[in-house]
């Protein structure tokens, strides 16, 4: 049996450090997916009320409209991008070190936004800068939900690794509530005051999470899997060319997952506040509210649903959310059309948030980590995760923008590029995937990771390396 320091027993089989080391963990999940989340949807925000009037030239509030939901999509498009870069990263000299320099480069590309000057100020200048900081803004993010989802899970107990893998996406929630309170609160100022001055205090305030994030963060420890990785000299010099040649499988999985995901959320967060606001001409502040009690709901509903895929798999979860959001497509739109209210707005993005996107998201942080080894775990998880976020993220506020405009006003067009994208993508993704409930995080080895399934086991996979797990390999086998 493995020993602490102080010569106590782990129970588990896990390095000492699991238990105790995942009480930090958890906060340092919640609070740096919190920030990434509070920056994007700050920006997503800013794009449907602010940089569409202040940012690019006045004329047509639907080319500037499209401008600005255009930046927005370049910030997911660089995404991949970070994710590889950092994900390697984080499995050639660790987690923890990554997730620092993410945090570093996302939260200060969100700050220097507050000074950003109108296109009256400085002309060209301002969409010119604006669109650099959108991309080292992706570029930093890339890596964030993926390092955060891996260290909680890699610190997990096997049985409860849904859980803790929700927290991540928890942090998601967090940081739209936040951003959301922050935008609906300064949206409720004079309109020329918010459009002036107030839209940038909630890009400022994100140095006060920054600071938090960083402090909590720099006490953590390295994870027990890369330590595994380290020991048994089984460090990869290209996790990425590992990922597309080994375990090209879990990555289609996962993209395809995520697609379907990313395009309901961004639906869901980003483009029914645009909606509302220019089509349906509802106040300025009706979005940011409905979607700040939405996240409210989804911050619950998460880590539930990721608990729900310990019992019962993380296949099955993931197919309730993918078909509940198939069918609530239009019955979503029909309820904010035919309202037009607050109560309306906020009652179907509830529902749509707290079941269908929660079912969707909770297990992930889980499920798509088990997808990988342990070798080239963060690569796999950060790049494919940000590939599925770019192709649907990036582009669905734009195609669901083009697709109102096209129809004149309706939404039906764009519940059924929901459905299309759930039925289509979505549903043929989760059903070709394998169930990942069980695995050991410590397998380095694709086949090693499949065969490991449904084991619970997470013990050194060399008895020999480390006699003390001698034991926990005789279990694994006598459970084969």
Excluded at 276 to 287: N, P
Excluded at 414 to 429: E, K, R, S, T
Excluded at 455 to 478: C, K, T, Y
Aim: hydrophobic share 50%; net charge neutral; proline share 5%.
């Amino acid at each position: 049996m493995a020993t602490s320091p102080s010569g106590q027993a782990s129970p588990s089989g896990q390095e000492p450090a699991a238990g105790a080391s995942m009480r930090r963990v958890i906060p340092a999940a919640l609070i740096g997916s919190a920030l990434e989340w509070y920056d994007f949807y700050l920006y997503a925000v800013a794009s449907a009320l602010v940089f569409n009037k202040v940012v690019f030239p006045v004329g047509n509030e639907f080319i500037g409209t499209l401008a600005a939901f255009s930046t927005l999509a370049l910030g997911y498009f660089i995404r991949p991008l970070g994710g590889a870069l950092f994900g390697s990263l984080g499995d050639r000299v660790g987690r923890r070190h990554v997730l620092v320099i993410t945090l570093l480069v996302m939260g200060g590309a969100t700050v220097l936004m507050a000074f950003l000057p109108t296109y009256e100020q400085a002309g060209f200048w301002s969409p010119a800068m604006l669109l650099v900081l959108r991309l080292v803004q992706g570029l930093g993010a890339g890596a964030e939900f993926g390092g955060s989802a891996v260290m909680s899970v890699e610190f997990a107990r096997p049985r409860r690794r849904g859980l803790h893998g929700a927290w991540p996406a928890s942090g998601v929630y967090l940081g739209l509530l936040l951003a959301s309170a922050a935008m609906g609160g300064v949206a409720s100022l004079p309109h020329d005051a918010f459009l002036s001055w107030g839209w940038r205090l909630p890009f400022a305030a994100s140095v006060v999470v920054i600071g938090l994030a960083l402090f909590i963060r720099l006490r953590l420890q390295e994870s027990p899997a890369f330590k595994e990785v380290e020991r048994e000299g089984e460090v990869m010099k290209a996790p990425l060319r590992e990922v597309l040649t080994h375990e090209r499988r879990g990555a289609l999985v996962l993209i395809g997952t995520q697609v379907a995901q990313s395009v309901m959320a961004y639906l869901f967060l980003t483009f029914i506040t645009a909606y509302v606001t220019d089509t349906l001409h509802m106040d300025d502040s009706a979005g940011p509210f409905a979607v700040t009690v939405g996240a409210a709901v989804a911050l619950v509903t998460m880590p539930l649903f990721g608990a729900l895929s310990d019992r019962v798999g993380r296949r099955p979860v993931l197919l309730f959310g993918t078909v509940f959001c198939a069918v609530y497509a239009f019955p979503f739109f029909w309820i904010i059309d035919s309202t037009r209210s607050r109560f309306g707005l906020t009652t179907a993005l509830v529902i749509g948030l707290g079941l269908g996107v929660g079912a969707m998201f909770g297990p992930q942080g889980a499920y798509f980590a088990e997808l990988f080894s342990a070798r080239i775990r963060m690569t796999g998880l950060t790049f494919s995760r940000e590939v599925g976020g770019a192709l649907a993220g990036g582009l669905t506020p734009i195609i669901a923008l083009s697709l109102v405009e096209w129809t004149g006003g309706s939404s039906w067009a764009v519940a059924l590029f929901a459905v299309l994208a759930c039925v289509v993508i979505g549903l043929p993704a989760v059903l070709l995937g394998p169930e990942t409930r069980g695995r050991s995080l410590l397998a380095p080895t694709r086949a090693e990771l499949e065969a490991s399934t449904g084991l619970f086991e997470e013990a050194p996979r060399s008895a020999e390396a480390d006699p003390e797990a001698a034991p926990f390999r005789a279990a694994g086998a006598a459970k084969r």
